[in-house]
């Protein structure tokens, strides 16, 4: 399996504000996805991020909105810009080791904008 | 249009028994479906996966019957505890580590 951290865990920001939300994890892995769960909702994927290329984008989530980096095969960034109220959900990264096709999640970064 | 559909939206039963949560799904491409379990304020918890070319997968008390030509499919929690009372989603991929796209989930209450 494999192991991903997320900080912050939690974060609260005035509306108009940028922040990051980090995901680490403890093996390398090809590729990282980044999903967004309202509460008590289904989860919704945002974009896929591999190492060395532009992330790719889902429906309804672009590059200026949600700017994400993969500078190496354990690491990825999601940045939220331009933080409005109804960007307040809980945000996971996900990924697998690539051996078969279970997937991973996070613990999640729960994003309140004021 | 709900690629992946789930029922109920919740689910109660009492220790002991038997909980049944159905998913169905439109795209006939998908070959790998996980089922994750997720408590509150936690990420969601691979609890068992199928591929589409079994029609049952068993983990202890967890157990997926897959039906490809309805494309349906269940996951039978036996023997019911309070702490499996959570949300599970079903989820449905076509690729090694690809992207999933995910039930709204079954709110499943197991009491005592």
């Known amino acids: 399996s494999v192991l991903l951290y997320q900080k912050p865990n939690r974060d609260i920001c005035q509306s108009g504000t940028s922040l990051k939300i980090q995901c680490v994890a403890d093996?390398?892995?090809?590729?990282m996805f980044w999903y967004q769960q309202f509460q008590e909702q289904s989860l919704m994927l945002m974009a896929t991020a591999n190492e060395g290329s532009e992330a790719t984008y889902e429906s309804g989530f672009t590059k200026d909105k949600f700017p994400i980096s993969r500078p190496n095969l354990t690491f990825s960034t999601l940045t939220v810009n331009n933080a409005r109220p109804g960007d307040s959900s809980i945000y996971f990264c996900?990924?697998?080791?690539?051996?078969?096709?279970?997937?991973?999640f996070g613990p999640g970064t729960r994003l309140t904008v004021l | 249009q709900q690629q992946v559909r789930q029922s109920p939206q919740s689910l109660t039963v009492w220790e002991g028994e038997t909980a049944i949560l159905n998913c169905s799904y439109e795209?006939?491409?998908?070959?790998?479906f996980p089922w994750y379990q997720q408590f509150p304020g936690e990420g969601p918890a691979l609890l068992i996966s199928i591929r589409s070319v079994s029609d049952k997968k068993e983990d202890g008390r967890f157990t997926i019957f897959f039906n490809k030509r309805e494309k349906k499919l269940s996951l039978h929690i036996t023997d019911s505890q309070p702490g499996d009372s959570a949300t599970y989603f079903c989820a449905a991929g076509t690729q090694v580590v690809g992207q999933l796209t995910f039930g709204r989930g079954t709110r499943l209450q197991v009491y005592a």
């Open positions: 795209d006939s491409t998908f070959n790998y």
């Open positions: 996900s990924s697998g080791t690539g051996l078969s096709y279970e997937q991973y």
């Open positions: 093996s390398q892995v090809v590729s």
